[in-house]
């Protein structure tokens, strides 16, 4: 069984930074597609970053420049929020799939979730 717990969000004015973190509780969780999820008030949930087992990235281009996704040992999982718009106020979850290999398939294709956590940033 995966588990993903997140941390790391808060509120920040324009401009600001935040790192988010996720941890991964499983052997194989380096083997799984790793990725970074948003969901805004009133809006679907969207991919905006992702990761592979050979640390091969891919960003939703809103967030390209801006955000950076990583991981160490397999078990950790960040993405690095940096010149934040009120725009990217949402929840953030971390989400693992072994059927994807893209931050952009639907959400329905990952199969871990973990809880969330709320990203505002203030003009």
């Known amino acids: 069984q995966v588990q993903l717990v997140e941390s790391g969000g808060g509120s920040v004015q324009a401009g600001g930074s935040l790192r988010l973190s996720c941890v991964v509780s499983?052997?194989?969780?380096?083997?799984?597609?790793m990725a970074w999820f948003r969901q805004a008030p009133g809006k679907e949930r969207e991919g905006v970053a992702g990761?592979?087992?050979?640390?091969?990235t891919t960003y939703a281009d809103s967030v390209k420049g801006r955000f950076t996704i990583s991981k160490d040992n397999g078990k950790n999982l960040y993405l690095q929020m940096n010149s934040l718009k009120p725009d990217d106020t949402a929840v953030y979850y971390c989400?693992?799939?072994?059927?994807?290999?893209?931050?952009?398939?639907?959400?329905?294709?990952?199969?871990?979730w973990g809880q969330g956590t709320q990203v505002t940033v203030s003009s």
């Open positions: 989400a693992g799939s072994t059927l994807c290999y893209s931050p952009f398939c639907t959400p329905s294709t990952y199969y871990y």
């Open positions: 499983a052997y194989t969780a380096s083997r799984i597609y």
């Open positions: 990761i592979d087992s050979n640390g091969f």
